[in-house]
């Protein structure tokens, strides 16, 4: 009954994190194809580049102090060590500003040596320019969202998820409107270059920040309250800052290192993709290497946010109850927990990367409308079991870092970043844009068998139940996609209507959705995953049935 109880807290933990986080998700969708049709798609690679050394610069800033916040809250919370979880967020917010503050310097200063290779040599001096402005930009938000970070992280210690998933939430919705509004008054109104886009589109970042910093301040004032009530009667003195400061660099650091060879894949893009297809091809395929990789990067990369939302739910709701069943040496539960992640995980993921791969032109049309429709369907198609497997990727090596693998975790990703950096050249000179799908996929692959390997050996994980369960899966997600492509082929669409292809897509996606859900119930598959009882199941039948 307890395990019950557990596995359920933490599944719903992990779908009120996803829930957030697609909320937000979606949210982002919406003001992509109007800043994608405001700013052109050549502006969009201009977006990509900045984000992706922002984000990096985001790990950076943070180092890892966010997760750190979140383990150790649990941790204590779980000791009843109140006065230790208050001098954990106190500090740990503090390493945060401090690294916040030297990361924006850094990135004002090597704003224009970035900016010259990430173009490459045969860019001309105004974009160089437009690129460093937009990280100027980005300093501020660099500050801001770290700061943003750390109060989630102790809220999510708390297990207050549903502040973590609000303030998410909120905080997307505030950008997207400013992104939205600020970007018709400046080029459409104001009649200014259509870059002007883009620099709302990344100062609209710090705007969303600020506002999810003051919301999530006020609902989580009420815990912060309760706590500093029961550190006052407590009579253990709790630990010292420096034992505090110790165990945040301890966990933070680690977390830091993985984060950013995490995104070697966008890392090594980013830096080096226009620069040497300008090199093999020559200096008149710049426009189309910088177009294409705005595509890729930046419009299909936002489409895949959406599957990557099951891992960032999964990730943000495992680390309290991992920890715990490990502070406990619940090995037993804590490796059913594992799986049943897992398989959680690959129950929503598989038939959503399949719609992806069967109607990635109805999806990009649907998004972005004609424009480069061939291109942008060609590469989305490409990248969706790349995207799929850097979603299994990010819940691997979430778990791993949690389970205090982190040395493990860093040696996996070194050997992958090698391989990464010495395979993403001869892919993209033999495939151009493609190769930087393929050799991403790559990548993901190796680290997701090395993860495998080291979670089997020091808790002896066995995930040979999972991938039975995940080929059913498949399976019932082939059943699901292909009739429904087939007959949607004989539609003959000619994509002129975006509105009428979204009510097809709509009708089709509720099908394909019922038929899977069937399926998967026949099968057992949801009874055995989410523990769900027999009377549960055989209530959802009868309306499926009518």
């Known amino acids: 009954m307890e395990n019950t109880k557990v596995k359920q807290s933490l599944l719903i933990g992990a779908l009120t994190s996803s829930f957030g986080v697609f909320v937000s998700k979606l949210l982002g969708l919406f003001y992509y194809s109007p800043l994608n049709a405001t700013a052109g798609a050549y502006n969009m690679s201009f ?7 922002y984000e990096v610069l985001l790990q950076i800033s943070s180092a890892g102090i966010p997760f750190a916040i979140a383990a150790l809250v649990a941790k204590y919370a779980a000791k009843e060590d109140y006065k230790t979880v208050l001098l954990v967020k106190k500090m740990g917010i503090s390493l945060v500003m401090g690294l916040s503050i030297i990361a924006s310097i850094g990135f004002v200063f090597l704003a224009n040596p970035l900016a010259r290779q990430s173009l490459g040599s045969s860019a001309p001096l105004s974009d160089i320019e437009d690129l460093k402005r937009l990280f100027y ?23 207050r998820l549903d502040i973590y998933a609000s303030g998410q939430v909120l905080e997307q919705f505030v950008r997207v409107l400013s992104i939205i509004f600020f970007a018709y008054i400046f080029v459409k109104v104001l009649n200014f270059d259509s870059i002007w886009a883009i620099y709302m589109a990344l100062a609209a970042a710090s705007i969303g920040a600020l506002i999810a910093i003051i919301y999530t301040k006020l609902l989580a004032k009420k815990d912060e309250n309760r706590v500093e009530e029961l550190a006052k009667v407590q009579e253990d003195p709790g630990r010292t800052k420096i034992e505090v400061t110790k165990e945040i660099i301890a ?22 993709f226009i620069d040497y297809m300008t090199k093999v091809n020559g200096p008149e395929i710049y426009e189309y290497a910088k177009l294409s990789s705005g595509i890729l990067q930046a419009n299909c990369a936002k489409l895949s946010g959406i599957p990557a939302v099951i891992s960032t739910g999964f990730c943000s709701s495992m680390v309290p109850y991992l920890t715990e069943l490990l502070e406990k040496n619940d090995f037993v539960k804590l490796r059913k927990q594992v799986n049943q992640i897992l398989e959680a995980a690959l129950y929503v993921l598989v038939p959503m990367m399949l719609i992806f791969y069967f109607f990635s032109k109805d999806i990009y049309y649907i998004m972005y409308g004609s424009s480069n429709l061939e291109l942008g369907a060609d590469l989305l198609r490409t990248a969706c079991f790349q995207y799929f497997f850097g979603v299994i990727d990010l819940i691997f090596s979430s778990m791993m870092v949690t389970l205090r693998l982190k040395g493990k975790t860093i040696v996996v990703l070194i050997v992958s970043f090698i391989i990464k950096f010495i395979v993403f050249f001869p892919c993209v000179k033999l495939f151009g844009t493609y190769g930087m799908s393929y050799s991403n996929a790559i990548y993901d692959f190796i680290n997701i068998s090395m993860y495998l390997f080291f979670l089997n050996k020091y808790y002896d994980v066995n995930i040979y139940a999972t991938l039975k369960r995940f080929v059913l899966m498949l399976g019932c997600g082939m059943v699901m996609v292909i009739p429904i492509s087939l007959l949607y082929e004989l539609l003959a669409f000619d994509y002129s209507s975006r509105i009428i292809d979204i009510a097809y897509m709509g009708l089709c996606g509720i ?36």
Not at 513 to 536: H, M, R, V, W
């Open 511 to 546: 099908l394909m959705a019922l038929i899977y859900i069937y399926i998967t119930i026949k099968l057992n598959l949801p009874q055995k995953i989410f523990g769900i009882k027999k009377p549960d199941v055989l209530k959802i039948l009868s309306r499926f049935k009518g």
């Open 137 to 159: 930009i980005l300093t501020i938000a660099v500050i801001l969202v770290p700061f943003l970070s750390a109060i989630r992280g102790y809220c999510q210690g708390l297990k």
């Open 251 to 272: 966990l933070g650091i680690p977390y830091l290192v993985v984060s950013v060879l995490s995104n070697a894949t966008m890392i090594i893009n980013t830096t080096f």
């Open 47 to 53: 977006y990509n580049i900045s984000y992706s050394y």
